[in-house]
């Protein structure tokens, strides 16, 4: 028989504090009031806008969102902070985003029934890490005692596909025998959480995927690859300007273009059409039609636009178990949305049941994966 590539464990990561609509809007709220009263002559003057109010339902109208998890929840809140509150931590310690990866790695092992001695390279595979180098994958593969190598990745929400796309690669090629793709978004700290129409977009997670050859699989629950598929094309509709030359231009490293932005409508309209050809494309050249699919694992960035691809695809509205949603609970997680969907919603597949991960986000960039359960 011979061998395939699979996807043979997952593992999740969920942060213990979440922060509600409810909460987020009031203390937004509070925040504009506060920064309307102390510019008032200026608000008046017209030499800048005041801050408009938001509410619960205009969030879960525009996204679909209800809740985030956030890594730490102190400060977040704080109308004289509105960011979150991380601990320093030295050279020698743990770093946050690495903490958050071995956790989710550590549960896509035993999901997988591996050991650090099966895996031999590790891609942390992300929108943001923490520093520029050493490599937070480096450090994750020191901390699980895993020997070979390992390096970062950054390619926005798609991050996720385009990871495990170099680690389908690397078992088919023979230069690994087991992959470890991790995916700690930490993205509380490049939200504005001053913005009324981007601060309830993201939430923080860490998810997990081990790839494998067949031939070493010992899981309950894998899925060949039967192929992957990437894109991109630029675009500066979704975009963060954070980075070490504000050192050189005497910018304020933290303004608002400094931190996640975009243009929505035009993300919305440019992208849903874009992920449906994608996804379509990709199962016809492997002679699989869209009815074959049992699953679809979408990115969570929102959900008006999950429906509009899946409808596009389909010709109706796709049912929760045909495209289960976590965004309500989880928000926007960069790349990590389709793997949380396919970590919470994979075990139920039968032997020979079809399904695609599938992303896309700022680049613009897209990747899917078709899978079988084994």
């Known amino acids: 028989m011979n061998s395939s590539v699979v996807i043979s464990g997952v593992g999740l990561w969920t942060p213990e504090n979440s922060i509600s609509n409810e909460e987020l809007v009031e203390s937004y709220n509070a925040w504009a009031e506060y920064f309307n009263q102390q510019n008032q002559a200026a608000i008046e003057a017209g030499e800048i806008d005041a ?70 390279m590790v891609i942390v595979s992300c929108a943001y890490t923490q520093r520029s180098y050493p490599a937070i994958a480096i450090e994750v593969q020191a901390a699980l005692g895993i020997e070979g190598f390992g390096f970062d990745m950054l390619v926005a929400c798609s991050a996720a596909t385009f990871g495990l796309e170099r680690a389908v690669d690397a078992i088919k ?11 700690p978004e930490l993205t509380s700290p490049q939200v504005n959480f001053m ?16 790839v494998e050859s067949s031939e070493s699989c010992t899981s309950a629950h894998a899925f060949d690859v039967v192929s992957t598929k990437c894109v991109t094309s ?5 975009r963060s300007n954070f980075g070490y030359t504000t050192r050189a231009t005497d910018e304020d490293p933290y303004a608002a273009d400094k931190l996640f932005h975009q243009n929505g409508r035009k993300v919305f309209k440019e992208v849903c059409p874009m992920a449906a050809d994608h996804i379509e494309t990709h199962l016809r050249s492997n002679g699989i039609q869209v009815a074959d699919l049992k699953r679809w694992w979408l990115h969570q960035a929102n959900i008006n636009m ?8 389909l010709g109706r509205d796709a049912t929760l ?34 399904g695609v991960i599938c992303s896309f986000g700022a680049g613009y960039s897209i990747g899917s994966l078709i899978l079988k359960k084994r």
Do not use: W
């Not at 801050?51 to 205009?58: E, L, M, N, Q, Y």
């Not at 090629?173 to 995916?183: A, E, F, P, Q």
């Not at 630029?234 to 979704?238: C, G, H, K, L, V």
């Not at 990590?336 to 020979?352: R, V």
């Open 234 to 238: 630029y675009s500066n509709n979704i």
């Open 195 to 210: 913005d009324r129409d981007s601060h309830f977009i993201f939430g923080d997670v860490a998810t997990a995927v081990v």
């Open 321 to 354: 178990e045909e495209a289960p949603i976590v965004l309500d609970e989880y928000a926007n997680t960069a790349s990590a949305g389709s793997i949380i969907a396919f970590a919470k919603h994979h075990e139920d597949l039968a032997a020979g049941d079809i």
């Open 306 to 313: 999950n429906l509009l691809i899946s409808k596009r695809l």
């Open 173 to 183: 090629c023979g230069t690994s025998k087991g992959v470890l793709v991790i995916n």
């Open 51 to 120: 801050k408009p109010p938001s509410t619960p339902a205009f969030i879960e109208k525009a996204s679909g969102i209800k809740s985030r998890y956030v890594y730490s929840k102190e400060g977040v809140l704080d109308i004289h902070r509105m960011r979150p509150l991380l601990e320093i931590r030295d050279d020698g310690q743990v770093s946050h985003q690495a903490e958050m990866a071995i956790a989710a790695a550590k549960k896509a092992l035993t999901a997988a029934n591996k050991t650090a001695a099966d895996i031999d």
